[in-house]
């Protein structure tokens, strides 16, 4: 995806992957362009193997649409600490495609609402989304951890979670974003402005094209601008949420048919920019999980040249870091944890005292004398999988 497109550009190109054949692909594709051949250095490795790499030694890292298939957020953690420590001040880790967190319940509703019969009911619905979201088994993120690795790391100077760009309809505009890891200490200040909020006013693209005009030597930024791209699957969740469990998928579609739009597609704001004199920036760091996502339109001529300057975007507020990924193998050691729970009892309980079923739950609740409250339990499992309640006969 990669290499042929990049490689033509560098005096020197590492690419790593565990697969051979992806890399006896790579070397048929060098063979048609030997002077880009002799720049490139193909490694059969894991990601996280980064030995004979020097420190400081590259401009750039990248890992894009490869992080959704590390196992866990600590191993992702220790392929960016080696990632950063082989790129020299003044360079960027550049982490792509990545599934987002804070959308993930949204995501999920998208998916199982498509895939539903007009006949089944939105109790059904909600049990499905919540299973596909509990069984996913794919490394979801958070943007907050990669401003919590920021925080960890002093090499790290700057954080931007980056929007994707076009018009597609699908998953990966969506739903995905860029990370990139400024490294180093950055010499160019941070553009610090108000940001005016989208929330309430419902700004046009004409609105914010006229406000940005208007102020043509100075930045200027928008917050909580509500995203066309999931705006319907935003309004789904909700109606989900507090819908009777009796009404159906068919009922669900015919409301959702009936909302208008409100929101502004992203693609449309990083349209703006032709021919204005300014260039636009959207971002997700806020993490919103309503998905809004923040612009900052700032005159070209303040750039001098920067790609990729430094803006003092709205940060997520506390909530934000307290979950910052899913935990992918978890389905497979809940079914382990269920299996040997079963066994155990088998082997000592009386035939009548086996358990039925296993059901996890995130906490059982108890009544004030600490007791377990037996009318919450049935409350308890259907909220929540990943605490443990046992159901005998």
């Known amino acids: 995806m990669l290499v042929m497109r990049i490689a033509p550009h560098c005096d020197r190109y590492v690419a790593a992957d565990f697969s051979p054949v992806v890399l006896e692909r790579v070397r048929k594709q060098l063979q048609t362009e030997p002077s880009v051949a002799q720049r490139v250095e193909l490694l059969e490795r894991r990601a996280d193997n980064f030995d004979g ?3 400081n030694s590259f401009d750039v890292a ?4 490869v992080v959704q298939y590390f196992p866990s957020l600590s191993y992702l953690t220790k392929v960016l600490e080696k990632a950063i420590n082989i790129v020299r001040p003044g360079g960027h880790v550049y982490v792509g495609d990545l599934r987002s967190l804070p959308l993930l319940p949204a995501f999920a509703s998208s998916v199982e609402l498509f895939h539903a019969a007009d006949a089944l009911s939105v109790g059904e619905l909600r049990d499905r989304i919540e299973r596909r979201i509990q069984h996913d088994r794919e490394l979801v993120i958070s943007p907050s ?4 690795l920021q925080r960890r790391l002093p090499k790290v100077s700057r954080v931007e979670i980056q929007l994707r760009r076009g018009r597609a309809d699908n998953e990966m505009t969506r739903y995905r974003y860029n990370a990139i890891l400024n490294v180093g200490q950055g010499t160019q200040a941070p553009f610090k402005l108000e940001f005016q909020d989208w929330t309430g006013r419902e700004l046009t693209l004409d609105d914010i094209r006229s406000e940005f005009l208007r102020h043509p030597h ?3 930024g928008f917050k909580g601008i509500q995203n066309a791209r999931i705006e319907e699957d935003l309004a789904a969740l909700v109606f989900l949420r507090d819908a009777d469990a009796t009404l159906t998928a ?5 409301e959702l048919e009936q909302k208008t739009a409100r929101g502004l597609h992203p693609q449309d704001l990083f349209d703006l920019d032709a021919g204005s004199g300014f260039k636009v920036f959207l971002s997700w760091a806020a993490c919103r999980p309503d998905g809004s996502y923040d612009a900052v339109f700032i005159p070209a001529r303040s750039l001098q040249g920067e790609t990729l300057p430094a803006i003092a975007w709205p940060e997520p507020d506390a909530s934000g870091f307290v979950r910052l990924a899913n935990a992918p193998g978890q389905d497979k050691l809940r079914k382990g944890l269920i299996d040997q729970l079963v066994a155990h009892c088998r ?3 009386p035939q009548e005292r086996i358990p039925l079923e296993v059901v996890l739950v995130d906490t059982v ?3 004030a004398d600490g007791k377990v409250d037996p009318d919450a339990v049935a409350v308890t499992k259907l909220r929540s999988r990943t605490g ?3 159901k005998a006969i």
């Open 53 to 55: 790499l020097a420190e």
């Open 62 to 65: 990248v890992l894009n649409s």
């Open 145 to 148: 951890y990669f401003m919590e």
């Open 218 to 220: 100075r930045p200027v």
């Open 250 to 254: 068919g009922e669900l579609r015919r």
């Open 347 to 349: 082997q000592s309980l």
């Open 365 to 367: 609740m108890r009544t």
């Open 388 to 390: 443990w309640w046992i």
